[in-house]
């Protein structure tokens, strides 16, 4: 996993519409960079769908939202219209974005060792630098007293950045 205050890795991958997208397209810009594991399924669904609902609040951040998966760029535009997203999603199919910043390795479910998609999220900086990063999210958590939805810790630290 790559640590806060570093250079973001560099990346160059399609989006939906099978156009390149690159970190260096959106300089100047706080990046809310994350990855999930496949399109249409339940929690990969309820973030791509909570970071949409909030895409008012992290424009007004000056926030762009950028969701990359190995899923191919048409399997990407399904689920946007499925879905009615309105965030990007990048196609990483061989999976060299995801190992740049530790979000591919090993995984173990119900006792099984396997390798697949670590969720994470990354703020990076207008600069380019990593701000902050979150390893093995959960997309919400149940309290006591209601839901946390990830999509708005992320958003509360990015506003903290921001007042930095």
């Avoid at 560099?10 to 970190?23: A, T």
């Avoid at 810009?29 to 994350?34: A, D, E, G, S, T």
């Avoid at 979000?103 to 999220?121: C, D, F, H, L």
């Avoid at 958003?155 to 007042?163: D, I, T, V, W, Y």
Wanted: some cysteine.
């Amino acid at each position: 996993m790559i640590t806060t205050e570093t250079d973001a890795p560099d990346f160059c991958l399609e989006n939906q519409d099978d156009k390149e997208v690159s970190l260096k397209d959106n300089k100047g810009k706080w990046i809310v960079l994350y990855f999930y594991p496949k399109d249409n399924t339940s929690g990969c669904t309820k973030e791509a769908c909570d970071f949409t609902e909030s895409l008012k609040d992290y424009k007004k951040l000056n926030a762009v939202i950028i969701g990359v998966s190995p899923d191919s760029t048409e399997l990407h535009r399904r689920f946007i219209e499925k879905q009615n997203l309105g965030i990007t999603l990048l196609s990483d199919p061989d999976k060299k974005v995801h190992k740049a910043y530790g979000a591919w390795g090993m995984k173990k479910n119900y006792g099984k060792e396997y390798e697949g998609v670590i969720r994470s999220t990354f703020i990076i900086s207008p600069d380019g630098k990593i701000a902050e990063t979150w390893s093995k999210v959960k997309v919400r958590v149940k309290r006591k007293d209601g839901e946390t939805r990830h999509v708005d810790v992320v958003k509360e630290r990015l506003k903290e950045l921001q007042n930095e």
